[in-house]
């Protein structure tokens, strides 16, 4: 902004050359509430056009966030509309914004007028589609949770999430050691050499290859978006149940900013807990540079006993991380960004008890503490050659997580099994797209990733522990992939793509004794397969508010070296292929109500899943060839214009139809029996795919209100059925769990920049047995994993 003749204020933000119009493309937009002269700034500099705001009071005045999937035309249009201005268009990619003309009004008989066309907002943008297709032309289930709403009420983990979605289910051994599972594909509770079943992401890179989810803070995000079912065409091995992508808020050069919360909680039966967190947007270099700064600890409260330890509540967790962003814009249209993301956690013991046993306690006489340590660094680039869209994301991962299992024997003396999983991975990914407004455009894209993973195991008296065998894993993929949508008809888009991955798989056994070193030659010599995964949908609009979807999608998990006993051995790669129709009306939570229903039919190959072998260790083998079949529905409603309500229900209904003969003295108890008898007794054992309910229901409803001036109250209330499930495969791990409700309540009352909160997790206080393996040495026979009990927190936040 400069001044011309010391009263009127102007802004000019030069456009790129482009072979096509900046105007004719459809824009990410995701501006901050500021004033005007602050969004056209900010939106000149995305689109790469010139704006000017000669009225130096209009260039101030305060306008709400605009978010969006929008060309520059509409985005300028909700601008001007917000701030009672008028756009002019002044020559090729060029407006200006001009106050609207005060009109003298005068007596007149009654004059009826139209009223003003309602503010319809813009369409959700499904970032992950690698292409910014907004909602509307996205064909196939998918969710976004505003990072606002998970925040609410003090940040947390991955449990916020699951929380609010039926579609996404989670292992409880705790934080930093889960599995996360979308859609029913499921394997097993407890950390091996699989890959995960479900893609996590930040931003355009994935957060980890073979390792738990590493359960970051949701702080100081833009959204969570969720794709369901399988995404190996754009994402590859790992994303056979679907996608969760953590969405960043960017550094933003124009303005400074920031945030703080602190809270406090209290644990029924339990220990107190402490959490904070820190947020600041510091520009460096005005609409240039900027780094954002994130910064967030917590201690979680315990509520499990030890009476041989003479302890209670011994499962205390503490978390410490953030994340830091610099932004700089280096050409008109072009950008680098650098991101750096630390986390660790600290679990001073497990968080199991005695089935039997005095409630929230656990007889046994060693600590089961582990330790999880993430950090990931990113270099972003992206530009566009006109109407081309480029973005280049390069990045270092690792990830580490240690663990303590007790092995006591029955009236033998005290056993500790110790677990470490070392990760490294190296991955690139670069695209380039061009999107149309009307949902056409394609994608093609190159990816390399090189992923190394070393399992280690320990054995033995507590501080006395010896190594046994281990494994290492690597892999690496380089891969080539495409899509292109097409609008053959006014109401009918289809899309097709394909992914070409080589993956080049190697591994050997660590701390092997020396007499079965020679036979392990083979097993661990380097191969190499070439995978190919097509894709296409269907998206038919079958009136303005009803649209249909058709979509085919496979995805894999690379194959590995597994442990069993002294001995180090190979399972396959597993597959999946999902048909899959939906059906769905409305904006979710901007019209007045929305819907969606989706059914969907999988086929599972050479399933990879974790059992109990001869020495009492976690091993995974191929245990087979499954179906399952999956219905969704999900609704919201605005009733009145302070209350919302929601509701969602997933059933899944999976089978084992073809148990692999391979493992068959292993999974039906390690007793020889006749094969044929055996299949039988396997083959009802795996009647349900581990570890995912058969039914999950979950009800909401949040209500708004202004209480005058700048205050506000939200209340946001929610309950989680959770149906009962099989904690793994066979006679051991076959044990049901499940079946509870949960429920969670949060009030904030604002004012102004201020806000206090309250909430309430855990409402009835259930106890319930979560999905999860505390120890394999003892099973799921003597074990449960309770909810945390009723826990009351009490925050306050401020912004700045």
């Given at each position: 902004?400069?001044?011309?003749?010391?009263?009127?204020?102007?802004?000019?933000?030069?456009?790129?050359?482009?072979?096509?119009?900046?105007?004719?493309?459809?824009?990410?937009?995701?501006?901050?509430?500021?004033?005007?002269?602050?969004?056209?700034?900010?939106?000149?500099?995305?689109?790469?056009?010139?704006?000017?705001?000669?009225?130096?009071?209009?260039?101030?005045?305060?306008?709400?966030?605009?978010?969006?999937?929008?060309?520059?035309?509409?985005?300028?249009?909700?601008?001007?509309?917000?701030?009672?201005?008028?756009?002019?268009?002044?020559?090729?990619?060029?407006?200006?914004?001009?106050?609207?003309?005060?009109?003298?009004?005068?007596?007149?008989?009654?004059?009826?007028?139209?009223?003003?066309?309602?503010?319809?907002?813009?369409?959700?943008?499904?970032?992950?589609?690698?292409?910014?297709?907004?909602?509307?032309?996205?064909?196939?289930?998918?969710?976004?949770?505003?990072?606002?709403?998970?925040?609410?009420?003090?940040?947390?983990?991955?449990?916020?999430?699951?929380?609010?979605?039926?579609?996404?289910?989670?292992?409880?051994?705790?934080?930093?050691?889960?599995?996360?599972?979308?859609?029913?594909?499921?394997?097993?509770?407890?950390?091996?050499?699989?890959?995960?079943?479900?893609?996590?992401?930040?931003?355009?890179?994935?957060?980890?290859?073979?390792?738990?989810?590493?359960?970051?803070?949701?702080?100081?995000?833009?959204?969570?978006?969720?794709?369901?079912?399988?995404?190996?065409?754009?994402?590859?091995?790992?994303?056979?149940?679907?996608?969760?992508?953590?969405?960043?808020?960017?550094?933003?050069?124009?303005?400074?900013?920031?945030?703080?919360?602190?809270?406090?909680?209290?644990?029924?039966?339990?220990?107190?807990?402490?959490?904070?967190?820190?947020?600041?947007?510091?520009?460096?270099?005005?609409?240039?540079?900027?780094?954002?700064?994130?910064?967030?600890?917590?201690?979680?409260?315990?509520?499990?006993?030890?009476?041989?330890?003479?302890?209670?509540?011994?499962?205390?967790?503490?978390?410490?991380?953030?994340?830091?962003?610099?932004?700089?814009?280096?050409?008109?249209?072009?950008?680098?960004?650098?991101?750096?993301?630390?986390?660790?956690?600290?679990?001073?013991?497990?968080?199991?008890?005695?089935?039997?046993?005095?409630?929230?306690?656990?007889?046994?006489?060693?600590?089961?503490?582990?330790?999880?340590?993430?950090?990931?660094?990113?270099?972003?680039?992206?530009?566009?050659?006109?109407?081309?869209?480029?973005?280049?994301?390069?990045?270092?991962?690792?990830?580490?997580?240690?663990?303590?299992?007790?092995?006591?024997?029955?009236?033998?003396p005290p056993r500790l099994f110790a677990q470490a999983n070392r990760t490294r991975m190296q991955a690139n990914e670069t695209r380039i797209w061009s999107s149309r407004g009307?949902?056409?455009?394609?994608?093609?894209?190159?990816?390399?990733?090189?992923?190394?993973?070393?399992?280690?195991?320990?054995?033995?008296?507590?501080?006395?522990?010896?190594?046994?065998?281990?494994?290492?894993?690597?892999?690496?993929?380089?891969?080539?992939?495409?899509?292109?949508?097409?609008?053959?008809?006014?109401?009918?888009?289809?899309?097709?793509?394909?992914?070409?991955?080589?993956s080049v798989l190697d591994g050997e056994g660590a701390d092997v004794t020396q007499r079965i070193t020679l036979a392990q030659l083979a097993m661990t010599a380097e191969r190499?397969?070439?995978?190919?995964?097509?894709?296409?949908?269907?998206?038919?609009?079958?009136?303005?508010?009803?649209?249909?979807?058709?979509?085919?999608?496979?995805?894999?998990?690379?194959?590995?070296?597994?442990?069993?006993?002294?001995?180090?051995?190979?399972?396959?790669?597993?597959?999946?292929?999902?048909?899959?129709?939906?059906?769905?009306?409305?904006?979710?939570?901007?019209?007045?109500?929305?819907?969606?229903?989706?059914?969907?039919?999988?086929?599972?190959?050479?399933?990879?899943?974790?059992?109990?072998?001869?020495?009492?260790?976690?091993s995974t083998a191929n245990i087979g060839d499954g179906v399952l079949w999956t219905i969704e529905a999900a609704a919201s409603a605005r009733v009145t214009g302070t209350l919302?309500?929601?509701?969602?229900?997933?059933?899944?209904?999976?089978?084992?139809?073809?148990?692999?003969?391979?493992?068959?003295?292993?999974?039906?108890?390690?007793?020889?029996?006749?094969?044929?008898?055996?299949?039988?007794?396997?083959?009802?054992?795996?009647?349900?795919?581990?570890?995912?309910?058969?039914?999950?229901?979950?009800?909401?409803?949040?209500?708004?209100?202004?209480?005058?001036?700048?205050?506000?109250?939200?209340?946001?209330?929610?309950?989680?059925?959770?149906?009962?499930?099989?904690?793994?495969?066979?006679?051991?791990?076959?044990?049901?769990?499940?079946?509870?409700?949960?429920?969670?309540?949060?009030?904030?009352?604002?004012?102004?920049?201020?806000?206090?909160?309250?909430?309430?997790?855990?409402?009835?206080?259930?106890?319930?047995?979560?999905?999860?393996?505390?120890?394999?040495?003892?099973?799921?026979?003597?074990?449960?994993?309770?909810?945390?009990?009723?826990?009351?927190?009490?925050?306050?936040?401020?912004?700045?």
């Amino acid at each position: 902004m400069k001044l011309l003749g010391g009263t009127v204020a102007a802004f000019l933000v030069a456009a790129a050359s482009a072979a096509a119009p900046a105007a004719a493309e459809v824009l990410t937009v995701d501006l901050p509430a500021g004033s005007v002269g602050q969004q056209v700034m900010a939106l000149g500099r995305i689109a790469r056009v010139s704006v000017v705001v000669p009225d130096g009071p209009l260039w101030a005045r305060a306008v709400p966030a605009l978010r969006g999937a929008l060309r520059v035309e509409a985005a300028l249009a909700l601008i001007a509309r917000r701030a009672d201005a008028r756009v002019e268009s002044v020559g090729p990619n060029s407006w200006r914004l001009v106050p609207k003309p005060r009109v003298r009004v005068t007596p007149q008989p009654l004059v009826l007028r139209s009223p003003p066309p309602p503010d319809t907002g813009a369409d959700i943008v499904v970032t992950a589609s690698k292409r910014d297709t907004i909602r509307g032309n996205f064909a196939g289930q998918f969710a976004r949770v505003a990072g606002s709403d998970l925040e609410f009420g003090g940040a947390g983990g991955t449990e916020r999430l699951a929380d609010r979605l039926t579609s996404v289910a989670s292992t409880h051994l705790g934080a930093g050691r889960n599995k996360l599972f979308i859609r029913g594909i499921a394997d097993s509770s407890f950390t091996g050499p699989t890959q995960a079943t479900v893609g996590q992401y930040f931003g355009d890179l994935r957060l980890s290859y073979n390792a738990p989810d590493p359960d970051l803070r949701l702080a100081d995000l833009a959204a969570v978006e969720i794709l369901e079912g399988p995404q190996g065409t754009l994402y590859g091995a790992g994303s056979l149940g679907g996608l969760i992508r953590l969405v960043p808020n960017a550094p933003d050069p124009s303005r400074f900013a920031g945030s703080a919360i602190l809270g406090g909680s209290a644990t029924t039966h339990g220990a107190s807990g402490i959490d904070t967190q820190l947020v600041a947007n510091v520009p460096i270099v005005p609409d240039r540079l900027a780094i954002r700064i994130v910064a967030n600890a917590a201690s979680e409260g315990g509520y499990i006993d030890k009476p041989l330890l003479d302890r209670t509540d011994v499962n205390r967790t503490r978390i410490h991380g953030g994340r830091a962003a610099a932004y700089l814009d280096i050409a008109p249209g072009w950008s680098v960004e650098l991101i750096g993301i630390g986390q660790r956690i600290l679990g001073a013991d497990s968080q199991y008890a005695d089935h039997d046993g005095r409630p929230l306690s656990r007889s046994a006489p060693v600590t089961e503490g582990f330790a999880a340590d993430f950090g990931q660094m990113q270099f972003v680039l992206a530009g566009a050659f006109g109407d081309i869209r480029f973005r280049s994301t390069s990045g270092i991962t690792a990830h580490d997580l240690m663990e303590r299992y007790d092995a006591t024997a029955p009236d033998g003396p005290p056993r500790l099994f110790a677990q470490a999983n070392r990760t490294r991975m190296q991955a690139n990914e670069t695209r380039i797209w061009s999107s149309r407004g009307d949902g056409s455009g394609w994608l093609a894209g190159f990816s390399h990733i090189h992923n190394r993973t070393r399992l280690t195991r320990l054995y033995g008296a507590p501080g006395a522990l010896q190594p046994t065998t281990g494994v290492v894993n690597g892999i690496t993929e380089t891969t080539v992939y495409g899509e292109d949508s097409l609008r053959l008809l006014p109401g009918l888009l289809t899309t097709g793509g394909v992914r070409v991955t080589r993956s080049v798989l190697d591994g050997e056994g660590a701390d092997v004794t020396q007499r079965i070193t020679l036979a392990q030659l083979a097993m661990t010599a380097e191969r190499a397969q070439t995978i190919v995964l097509p894709s296409a949908s269907a998206l038919v609009d079958l009136t303005p508010r009803v649209q249909m979807f058709l979509r085919y999608q496979q995805g894999f998990r690379p194959g590995g070296l597994a442990i069993e006993g002294d001995f180090v051995r190979r399972f396959r790669n597993d597959r999946v292929a999902t048909i899959e129709a939906g059906l769905r009306t409305g904006r979710p939570g901007s019209d007045r109500f929305d819907g969606a229903l989706t059914l969907a039919h999988t086929s599972w190959r050479d399933i990879q899943a974790d059992f109990i072998d001869g020495s009492g260790l976690p091993s995974t083998a191929n245990i087979g060839d499954g179906v399952l079949w999956t219905i969704e529905a999900a609704a919201s409603a605005r009733v009145t214009g302070t209350l919302r309500i929601d509701g969602a229900v997933s059933y899944n209904d999976s089978r084992i139809d073809e148990p692999s003969s391979v493992r068959l003295f292993d999974l039906v108890g390690g007793y020889a029996v006749d094969p044929v008898v055996a299949r039988a007794q396997l083959a009802a054992r795996l009647s349900q795919i581990p570890n995912i309910a058969r039914v999950t229901a979950r009800a909401g409803a949040v209500y708004r209100r202004q209480l005058g001036g700048t205050k506000d109250l939200r209340i946001d209330g929610w309950v989680r059925y959770v149906g009962s499930s099989r904690l793994g495969v066979g006679p051991v791990l076959g044990q049901s769990q499940g079946s509870y409700l949960d429920s969670g309540i949060t009030a904030r009352l604002g004012l102004g920049r201020l806000g206090l909160t309250a909430g309430l997790t855990n409402v009835a206080d259930v106890r319930g047995n979560r999905f999860a393996l505390g120890t394999p040495f003892t099973t799921g026979r003597d074990q449960v994993t309770p909810l945390r009990p009723r826990t009351l927190r009490i925050g306050i936040d401020a912004a700045f």
